[in-house]
C-alpha cells in the first residue's frame, strides 16, 4: 500500500539549483499604474502588453480566448500600482484555488483531479519543478516533466517537474 507518490520534493514556486543568465531585478519588468482593477488595455499597461485584458472578473478567460494558439498573458505584478488582492489581472500568481486530489490511477501511476467543478478558461494550477537551461533539458535522461518556456530575449529555459514540482506534473499528459 502506497502512502502517496513519491521520487520528488513537493514545491510551491520554481526552484533553481544552478546559476542561470535570468534578470531578477524587479525594477526592470514593464508595469501599471492602475487605480482601478486593472479592467481593460486602455487604461493597463500590463494588459496592453497581451493585446487586451483577458480575464473577467472571475478570473476566468474571456470570450474570444484563442485556446488552440493561446496569446502570451502579462499578468500585473509588484511593481505595478494596482491592488494585489482585486486586480483582474492578477490570477496565476494566486496560485491553486481549486481543491485538487492526487489519487492512485488503476494501472497508469498517479494522477490529480480537481474536486470542484472548474469553468471552461478557469485558471487549475500553475506548472513548477526547477528551472533549467534548454541546454540541462538535453542532458537530462528523464523528460517526462520538461516543459519549455519561450523567451524573447535569446536564452532558452525549461521547468523540470522530474525532482521538484507539485500536483501539475500528475496532470494526465501522456497516457494513450
Request: aromatic letters at 10%.
Amino acid at each position: 500500500f502506497e502512502m502517496g507518490p513519491s521520487g520528488y520534493v513537493y514545491v510551491k514556486n520554481n526552484v533553481v539549483t544552478s546559476p542561470l543568465p535570468i534578470d531578477r531585478n524587479i525594477a526592470n519588468l514593464q508595469h501599471c499604474k492602475c487605480k482601478d482593477n486593472c479592467q481593460n488595455e486602455d487604461t493597463c499597461k500590463c494588459s496592453d502588453i497581451s493585446v487586451r485584458s483577458w480575464y473577467d472578473q472571475n478570473s476566468v478567460l474571456k470570450e474570444g480566448f484563442d485556446f488552440n494558439e493561446p496569446p502570451m498573458i502579462f499578468e500585473c505584478n509588484d511593481m505595478c500600482s494596482c491592488n494585489v488582492n482585486s486586480c483582474n489581472n492578477r490570477v496565476v500568481q494566486h496560485g491553486i484555488t481549486a481543491r485538487m486530489q492526487v489519487y492512485k490511477t488503476y494501472g497508469m501511476g498517479w494522477g490529480v483531479k480537481s474536486l470542484v467543478d472548474i469553468p471552461k478558461g478557469g485558471f487549475v494550477c500553475e506548472y513548477v519543478g526547477e528551472l533549467i537551461s534548454d541546454a540541462e533539458a538535453e542532458q537530462r535522461e528523464n523528460d517526462s516533466y520538461l516543459f519549455d518556456l519561450e523567451n524573447r530575449d535569446g536564452d532558452t529555459f525549461c521547468i523540470d517537474a522530474n525532482r521538484f514540482g507539485n500536483v501539475t506534473r500528475f496532470i494526465n499528459h501522456s497516457c494513450s
